[in-house]
């Protein structure tokens, strides 16, 4: 441990675990990756993306030739919502991911996936961080819940419960959705930065689609490594910045006598936009 206490960072980096993004130093084949999961994204996202994100986008301009200038970036993102983006070297320690949240600092991979990995890739890459996560961070009120979100996480590391927190930002800032006039729409990362996802997420009968209620979300376990079972329905950007305002303490208390609700479970007190049948997890399982 460092002296201030966050983990070692991995040499090159610096003691808050950032590294220079090289712009520069990117090849053109890893340019073509980024346009290429650019357009195909870009393609399909209109009517199923949230507008805070599509306008987000169009803000950022991420499109440009290639993988986006973090420097570029960071001049129109500051003037929005005063957020900016740093490159660290890959995933970082919970306490160091916490305080650049805090600090209005997104820390965002720069190694780009190569072109065999367009469908699936296990540590987030720029593609992922950056056109998944930044355009939202463009929106006031969801900067700010993100914010809040990573002033809470030293709390929950210390009282033990940051598997409940690191749930509420699975199912909302990854793999949430939103209630709108027009319908659910993606709000998450993990969604809009997958093709598959994106329409499995909207569009298949099989995932549950349950409306948020903040300690039912953190209470519910999440996989990783295929489409979720259950998403998560955002009322709204206000109700999520609100429900991450309140005294976690009380909740977390409570939460420590509770029992985890199984990932594919619906409760009679739950909000159902789609009970999902469950036949894609259930084939998986088979296999």
Not at 36 to 53: I, K, M, S, V, W
Not at 135 to 142: G, H, I, S, Y
Not at 236 to 265: H, M, T, V
Request: overall charge negative; charged content about 25%; aromatic content about 12%.
């Amino acid at each position: 441990m460092s002296a201030d206490g966050f983990a070692s960072p991995p040499p090159g980096a610096r003691a808050d675990w950032t590294i220079d993004q090289d712009w520069a130093g990117y090849t053109e084949a890893e340019h073509q990756v980024w346009i290429t999961l650019y357009e195909r994204q870009a393609a399909l996202l209109p009517g199923r993306a949230c507008d805070p994100f599509l306008k987000g986008l169009e803000a950022l301009d991420l499109h440009r030739t290639g993988i986006p200038d973090f420097a570029r970036i960071n001049e129109e993102l500051g003037r929005l919502t005063g957020w900016r983006v740093v490159a660290v070297p890959g995933l970082v320690p919970d306490e160091v991911f916490f305080d650049h949240l805090a600090n209005r600092r997104f820390p965002a991979g720069r190694f780009i996936r190569g072109p065999d990995q367009l469908d699936y890739l296990q540590e987030p890459d720029v593609f992922h961080d950056v056109f998944g996560h930044v355009p939202m961070l463009t929106d006031p009120v969801f900067a700010d819940f993100m914010q809040a979100y990573g002033e809470g996480g030293r709390r929950a590391m210390r009282l033990g419960r940051l598997k409940n927190l690191a749930r509420l930002y699975w199912y909302t800032v990854e793999f949430g959705l939103l209630d709108t006039p027009q319908g659910l729409r993606i709000l998450g990362a993990g969604i809009v930065s997958s093709h598959a996802e994106t329409i499995f997420a909207l569009d298949d009968t099989s995932p549950n689609r349950l409306g948020f209620e903040l300690e039912r979300v953190m209470r519910t376990p999440y996989r990783i490594d295929d489409f979720q079972q259950v998403y998560f329905v955002v009322p709204s950007l206000d109700a999520l910045l609100d429900a991450k305002r309140q005294d976690f303490g009380p909740i977390y208390e409570r939460l420590g006598s509770a029992w985890d609700i199984p990932i594919d479970a619906v409760l009679p007190t739950d909000r159902v936009f789609t009970r999902g049948t469950q036949a894609y997890a259930e084939g998986k399982a088979a296999q």
